[in-house]
């Protein structure tokens, strides 16, 4: 079965960086679109970024220009670069493979990892 396992998560300071990983097993990676979701406290699940199987790529307007989604087919690996951080970027982050990669939509998105907690200090 289709198995998603994050990684990378921690604490930083307000401006650090981090880089998100996920791999992916049980499927053919690549035959379904890859997003990053968070979901900080109190707050509902929101897409941060989503990569299609062509390359393709969708950001949330709160993180374009600090966040950058990649994927090596290769490793069936999924990466989300995080610069500049902010507290408000503080939550626990989810890796989905799904059908529709454009509206960054939890309910277009099937399947899910457990999450990595990122933390940021102001």
């Known amino acids: 079965q289709v198995q998603l396992v994050e990684s990378g998560g921690g604490s930083v300071q307000a401006g650090g960086s981090l880089r998100l990983s996920c791999a992916a097993s049980?499927?053919?990676?690549?035959?379904?679109?890859m997003g990053w979701f968070r979901q900080g406290p109190g707050k509902e699940r929101e897409g941060v970024a989503a990569?299609?199987?062509?390359?393709?790529?969708n950001y949330a307007d709160s993180v374009k220009g600090r966040f950058t989604i990649s994927q090596d087919n290769a490793k069936n690996t999924l990466y989300l670069q995080m610069n500049s951080l902010k507290p408000e970027d503080t939550a626990m982050y989810y890796c989905?493979?799904?059908?529709?990669?454009?509206?960054?939509?939890?309910?277009?998105?099937?399947?899910w990892g457990q999450g990595t907690q990122v933390t940021v200090s102001s």
């Open positions: 049980g499927y053919t990676y690549g035959s379904y679109c």
């Open positions: 989905a493979a799904g059908l529709n990669a454009e509206r960054l939509w939890p309910q277009d998105f099937g399947y």
């Open positions: 990569i299609d199987s062509d390359g393709s790529t």
